[in-house]
């Protein structure tokens, strides 16, 4: 009975040890992900790090490194600070550097199933559209509106 207990109790701190390994490194929380994205060749180098054409920073090798389980985990070992500066940065490359996001994307999410999983969770939860620059929740609706104009012209002889 006290092998049993003793294994048991083996058995849960294995298990927590593997729960506390799935949580990223809170080292890097407190980086400045405006001045990330506002220092265009900062956002370049970390690009250029995810993708295996620069050097990577301390911070960028961590990103690095985590991205694929994150991906494939939805982030669960994220913290908050973390999850805020992902969707920040990734909205930002959505909207003002699809070239970069798109090679993101082709190289971490080839498939589409993340992309898939992000846009239906993000819609369920919000329904609405993120402003990135002032990091409010904002609506967007396109109004189109078609004209036409027809002329006649007439010709008496």
Avoid: F
């Avoid at 593997?18 to 949580?23: H, L, P």
């Avoid at 050097?55 to 939805?74: I, M, R, S, V």
């Avoid at 070992?77 to 970069?100: F, N, V, W």
């Amino acid at each position: 009975m006290a092998g049993l207990t003793i294994t048991l109790v083996a058995i849960c701190l294995v298990i927590a040890a593997a729960e506390d390994k799935r949580a990223y490194t809170t080292k890097y929380d407190d980086v400045d992900i405006d001045a990330v994205i506002g220092n265009e060749r900062l956002l370049t180098n970390y690009v250029g790090c995810l993708l295996d054409l620069k050097p990577c920073t301390p911070d960028a090798a961590e990103l690095k490194a985590n991205l694929p389980d994150a991906l494939a985990t939805n982030c669960s070992g994220c913290s908050e600070a973390q999850r805020r500066m992902s969707e920040k940065l990734t909205y930002y490359l959505i909207d003002h550097r699809p070239e970069d996001w798109a090679l993101l994307e082709l190289r971490y999410d080839p498939t589409g199933a993340y992309r898939e999983r992000y846009l239906s969770a993000e819609n369920k939860d919000k329904g609405e559209g993120k402003d990135v620059d002032d990091d409010k929740t904002t609506t967007t609706t396109t109004t189109t509106t078609t004209t036409t104009t027809t002329t006649t012209t007439t010709t008496t002889t």
